[in-house]
Structure formats: C-alpha cells, structure tokens
C-alpha cells in the first residue's frame, strides 16, 4: 500500500482525505502518462470513467475529466455504473485505462478513485507509485496540452449498455418462473440489475433502488443484509441477491431467509464446476479471512484450495498466476476468471441462479455441505499513522497468540489492519460466538491499554 492508495484505490472522506484537487491532478498525470500532450485530436488516449451514486461522485467525475483533457486525453464518460463494467468496456474497447469513482461499501461522504489499466485488471502498483510521487510535488510541472492537443469528453453511456447486454448474453437458462429479489443499496447496480433480471425472464423485485446522493449503503446492500433477508422470507421469493454500493460484490439469501455468504458461493459453484470437468486445477482461491467451514467442505469433495492475503486484487493475482477458475473473499468478491477479470456481483448472481436451474435445487439445498464455523469481527479505530505500530507491538502480539492457544485448535484468530481505513480489525472463528468474543476481548482491551484505540 502507499501513502494514498490502499487495497482497493485511494479512498476517504469526500474533500478532507480525497480531494478534487487531488482528483484534478491524478487526471493531469494519467493524461499527460498515456501521452496526451504528443497526441492528436485523432489519437488522443482514450480514458473511461464510471462513478457511483454518491453526491461527491459528480464533483470528482468532473475534476477528473479536467485533468484529462488538460493533459490531452479523452475523458469518455459512462456516468452511474458498476465497477465491473468500468473494468469491462475498458478492455474490450481498448482504451488506455478506467477510473471508478466509488468507496464501495462505504457510507456516502466518503469516495475513492479506482484506477483499471488496458486489461481490465486494477492498476499496476508501478503506476500508482508515479501517481503518488506526482501528488507529493515528486515530479515537476505537467505541460498543459494547447491547440488541437486538448482533450474531449465523451458520452459514452453506449459502453454501459454493452456490458447489461454481455451480463444478458451469461444466461444459459431462462429465469421464468423464479421469483427474484434484488438489493441495490441504493447504488451503482439501481438501473442495471434489474434489466439484465428481466431480460432473461425472471419475476424481479427490487428494493433500495432510489439513490438520492446520500442514501447509498444506507441500511441497504450487501453489508446490511437483514433488509433482504426479511424481504425474501415475507414476499416468498425464491432467491436475492444484494450488491454493495459500486456492485463489485454479491451476498445471497436462499429461499428460507439464510445468508449465503462468498464462502458458500465459492463452494457451490467450484462443485458445479467439478462435476463437469471444469474446475481448472481443482481449486478454489480463497483469503485467510475465509471460514474454516469452508475448507472443510472442499476436502469432503477433493477439491483444492489456497488462501491469499485479504484483497480482491490478491485473489486476482493468484488466479491470473495459476490459471484458477474461480476464486474470491467471505465478503462477496467473487471472481469468475472465464467471464470477468475482477470481482462482479451480477455476474455472481447470474452464476448462482444458472446452478439452481441446471441442478434443479433450491440454494439453501446447494449451499448445505457448508457448515460455518462462529465468526465474529470487531474492528478497531487507530489513528492511520498507529496501524502498523499494532500489529507490530509485542504485547498486541502476545495477547493474539494466547487468545489462540486459548482455543485448544477448535478454531483460529486473525488480527490485520483495514487496506482502506483506519482500523484494525480483529477476527475469532470457534465453537461459539460467546467463546470468540471472548477471545478478541483480550486483545481489544491490550489495544485500549496501550493507547491505540480512538473511542467516538
């Protein structure tokens, strides 16, 4: 990570950590770094830019184009999309690189800038070090592009269309005669989900699909899934799906109300894979963060798996290193290597429903082998700069390692520090949840003594 970019772009509270100024120069150097200044109005380099629904999105979508075409490069703009179709139509229409202006799952007055390159594949670190050393005054003036050399903005809502018709073209089977719930947190997905649904038959409903600025992630999406959940179970659905605010991850609920999390749906569908001779390598990648339960429900069917280091970008690497079929995080970032070349939560449902219909089961039926170790995540507020002295601290240490012999070997903890904020969040898998709260109390409190910890 560096000092602006973390795990998944530069990501923060919309004008105090991430800026427009700071949105205006990293469109200055993109342009400028693809060329712009030596170009044409013929062959300027061509960057695509999606944004969220969030107020700021606008504000920074703007900024950036600024930059851009200051710098002499198209800003070709695909206005309220997801990130997955940013990392699409970049690859397929060849242009130089994407920008997603998003903070994911994040609450509305933060943002991000997530930079694609030509591949579809988030940013090569290379690049993000230029950028950043460009941020901190490192690099000397950009020449402004004059005349002819000065870029254009582009309508390109073409692009957005594309990829609902490439989502539309996935489905193998028709969709009639299910009844499908969709939670769009009130975010990127709100007018794409629902068409590619109904173009392929199915009866949808769709809630929290009216983003008003500020309302995206609000009690809504992936990480609220008990709105869903309710739905599902009052409304008689047979299946939602509910995607996070720029729709690059996908939680499910199955037709009695349960949560069928990414660990599950990377069990479903590495197993349908298997079944027909698909499953490349016979593995599954997963993170550390990746339920236990998991692993143990691969090895009952001889499948493989290998964990990686939290991040969807880990996951990606990995898979692109070793030729994995499918792979991804307990979070609903799930990867599909044949179909996509990052996380995309309506490709995600449309896999899950294509299991459904070809095995003729419910999901809850497909999602059963899984048996999910407790769990329980308690994230920590420390100061940015106090991330890295936490994890290193003997005594944090020390107080994680005896949590852990605590558990006897039926279970596990897990301590990191967030790629995207200022946390360190502390995981205990065991038995029962009492035990792992009980365990992550005696680090938490060794944090609180040692004076990390930021109480609001």
Known sequence: MGKYF????????????LTVDHAYKIGRFLGWYYGGTETTMDNSPKILIGKDTRRSSYMFEYAL???LTASGADACLLHVTTTP??????????FNCGIMISASH?????????????????????VIEKIEEYLDGKIGEIPYAKKDHIGRTVDYVSGRNRYIAYLISLGLYSFKGYKVALDCANGASWNIAKSVFDALGAKTYVINAEPNGININRDAGSTHIEGLQKYVVENGMDVGFAYDG????????????????????????????????????????????SN?????ALDEIGVEYAKTAVGDKNVHDYMAAHSN?????????????????????????LKMMEVMIAKKSSLAKLAEPVVIFPQELVNVKVRSEDKDK???DPCVLEASAKAEKSLGGVGRILLRKSGTEPLIRVMAEAADSETCFKCIKMITDVIDELGYSIKE
């Open 106 to 126: 994040n609450p509305y007055y933060d943002n991000g800038i997530k930079l694609i390159n030509s591949q579809g594949e988030k940013m090569n670190d290379d």
């Open 85 to 94: 179709s940013v990392a699409y139509i970049t690859k397929v229409d060849s």
């Open 65 to 67: 184009a600024a930059g």
């Open 246 to 289: 720029d729709a690059d991850r996908c939680l499910c609920v199955d037709e009695n109300g349960e949560l069928v999390d990414g660990d599950k749906i990377m069990y479903i569908y590495a197993r349908y894979l298997k079944e027909h001779g698909d499953l490349m390598n016979n593995t599954v990648v997963a993170t550390v963060m």
């Open 6 to 17: 973390g795990t998944d772009g530069f990501r923060g509270e919309a004008n105090v950590d």
């Open 292 to 296: 236990c339960g998991l692993f143990k």
């Open 390 to 392: 936490v994890m290193e």
């Open 325 to 349: 079929s499918i792979g991804g995080e307990q979070s609903g970032h799930i990867i599909f290597s044949q179909y996509a070349s990052t996380g995309d939560g309506i490709l995600t449902s």
